[in-house]
């Protein structure tokens, strides 16, 4: 394929792709931040249902952005953890994190506060 036909595909439609489902940017961002269980994920999302949780985390799982590791005397006791092509979206998630600072009403003391917070989780 040539540099043409590639672009005309837009390589961001890749990533778009891997996190258009509701939910999914969320789940990464809470990996990010040391939640690993699903009872975990779902702390602060009210909304996000059982069934559509297991969805993401599949879909997740089989873009292979997450590994399901269950406990091998316990297999009800499940983490899930980034995969190195998860964490790699890294420098993606700090870049949204600091746009939407950027745009929030904060005080100038919030805004540092929260970007050093996000500096040190997804860099």
């Given at each position: 394929?040539?540099?043409?036909?590639?672009?005309?595909?837009?390589?961001?439609?890749?990533?778009?792709?891997?996190?258009?489902?509701?939910?999914?940017?969320?789940?990464?961002?809470?990996?990010?931040?040391?939640?690993?269980?699903f009872h975990?994920?779902?702390?602060?999302?009210?909304?996000?249902?059982?069934?559509?949780?297991?969805?993401?985390?599949?879909?997740?799982?089989?873009n292979g952005?997450?590994?399901?590791?269950?406990?091998?005397?316990?297999?009800?006791?499940?983490?899930?953890?980034?995969?190195?092509?998860?964490?790699?979206?890294?420098?993606?998630?700090?870049?949204?994190?600091?746009?939407?600072?950027?745009?929030?009403?904060?005080?100038?003391?919030?805004?540092?506060?929260?970007?050093?917070?996000?500096?040190?989780?997804?860099?």
């Open positions: 394929m040539n540099a043409n036909a590639q672009l005309n595909s837009f390589p961001i439609d890749n990533v778009i792709q891997l996190i258009r489902k509701k939910w999914v940017v969320q789940i990464i961002n809470d990996l990010f931040f040391g939640k690993s269980r975990e994920f779902k702390e602060d999302k009210p909304k996000l249902s059982n069934r559509v949780l297991s969805s993401c985390l599949k879909d997740m799982e089989d952005l997450i590994k399901r590791i269950a406990d091998k005397y316990d297999k009800k006791n499940v983490r899930y953890y980034l995969t190195e092509k998860g964490r790699s979206l890294n420098k993606i998630m700090y870049e949204m994190a600091i746009f939407s600072v950027d745009r929030e009403n904060y005080t100038d003391k919030t805004k540092t506060e929260l970007k050093s917070v996000f500096r040190e989780k997804l860099l």
